[in-house]
């Protein structure tokens, strides 16, 4: 049986079931503003954990939209009340880590203060930072960065934190790996493109993606993902009649996303963890960053041969985003070569091997 409790501000969501064993505490982030990228991973290293009988015990800043997800997954969680002060936020996560009896934090947060992992070691509690920017100034007992952009790598240098990095540690749930060996072909009738701009696309660059895709016709399938944080849901709702007519399909917060990305001939992006999740079900992308950092991991994938970076999706013309759709779809060949190259980078075991570590130094 779940249920919630409330202490002052501080709400706590938690699962009837007795707990087992020693959980670890995530800490998280997720927003309109943040998007919901770094919940999902928190996500998909939950479910390995418990393959390893470890729980879970997520910490989070009040969000609704965080607060819906984790509900709908039955993961515990608690929401911090220091309303960004650095020094209250440390004594309630050091409270929290003692109440539950864990030796263990694991943050997974866009930022990070330099002084919040060191003041949580001091408390005698072991660190596991899942980054996706390198932080040279964080000291942690290990260190996770799935990046491909190997320059990013040079920037670990601390002696005594165990680095894990290169995509070998990419974070993809366990819902994609029965499409990870599933045989993927292209013809030159190939014609389903994702559009999957992350749970919330502050830029409003889909608007902009959408007038490009009118360009080719509606004997393409253009299925249009949005996540539960996007920000224009009601201006989208007013373009219905219009996309429905040009063979758009929208869905909001999908539960079959896995699937929806393997069935695509070719996805659109900005970016993020989702260039990984593409990559290993082997469906080329598009990618329209919104930040610097984006733009950056998408030049490194499209090196490595898995996708096309066009670049900033609000400064792309919607004329070079029409044709290069077009000009991939009558292009199976370059199609499956970027299918397969993707799939060479991401093999979908990285959630499994951080877990891994992490129980080792749960139980060390």
């Known amino acids: 049986m779940a249920s919630f409790a409330q202490s002052g ?35 998909a290293l939950a479910e390995a954990l418990a393959s ?8 989070i800043h009040p969000s609704p939209a965080c607060e819906a997800k984790l509900f709908e997954w039955g993961l515990p969680y608690t929401c911090l009340t220091s309303g960004g002060d650095l020094d209250e936020e440390v004594r309630e996560t050091t409270d929290l880590l003692r109440a539950l009896g864990s030796t263990v934090l694991v943050t997974c947060v866009s930022v990070l203060p330099e002084s919040y992992i ?3 070691r001091s408390a005698g509690f072991r660190t596991v ?16 960065n799935c990046t491909v952009v190997e320059e990013w790598h040079a920037c670990h240098r601390w002696d005594g934190t165990r680095y894990c990095l290169g995509p070998a540690y990419a974070i993809v749930r366990k819902a994609f790996l029965p499409f990870v060996q599933r045989s993927k072909s292209f013809s030159e009738s190939s014609d389903h493109v ?19 895709l009118e360009r080719i016709g509606p004997k ?12 224009f849901q009601e201006r989208l709702g007013r373009m219905g009649d219009r996309l429905r007519g040009q063979n758009f399909h929208l869905l909001v917060d999908p539960s079959d996303v ?4 393997f069935e695509a001939d070719l996805a659109i992006s900005i970016g993020g963890n989702t260039l990984y999740e593409l990559a290993c079900v082997g469906t080329p992308a598009v990618v329209l960053h919104e930040d610097p950092h984006e733009e950056v991991q998408a030049r490194a994938f499209q090196r490595l041969g898995s996708v096309i970076s066009l670049g900033d999706g609000m400064e792309v013309s919607e004329g070079t985003i029409a044709e290069t759709v077009s000009a991939l779809l009558v292009d199976p060949g370059r199609l499956r070569a970027m299918s397969e190259r993707g799939r060479a980078i991401v093999d979908s075991l990285g959630a499994d091997r951080i877990a891994r570590i992490i129980a080792k130094v749960a139980r060390a």
């Not at 393409?220 to 920000?231: C, D, E, H, M, Y």
């Open 129 to 144: 930072c899942v980054e996706d920017i390198p932080n040279p100034k964080v000291k942690c007992d290990v260190v996770v």
């Open 9 to 43: 501000s501080r709400r706590t969501f938690t699962l009837g079931r007795p707990r087992v064993t020693t959980p670890v505490v995530i800490r998280t982030e997720g927003s309109k503003d943040l998007g919901m990228g770094a919940l999902y991973k928190s996500w």
């Open 220 to 231: 393409v399938r253009k299925t249009i993902l949005v996540g539960p944080a996007f920000p």
């Open 52 to 59: 390893f009988e470890l729980q879970t015990h997520v910490l």
């Open 258 to 261: 896995e699937c929806l990305f």
């Open 194 to 212: 994702v559009v999957t701009l992350g749970g919330s696309n502050p830029s409003g660059s889909l608007f902009r993606i959408l007038s490009a």
């Open 118 to 120: 060191p003041t949580i």
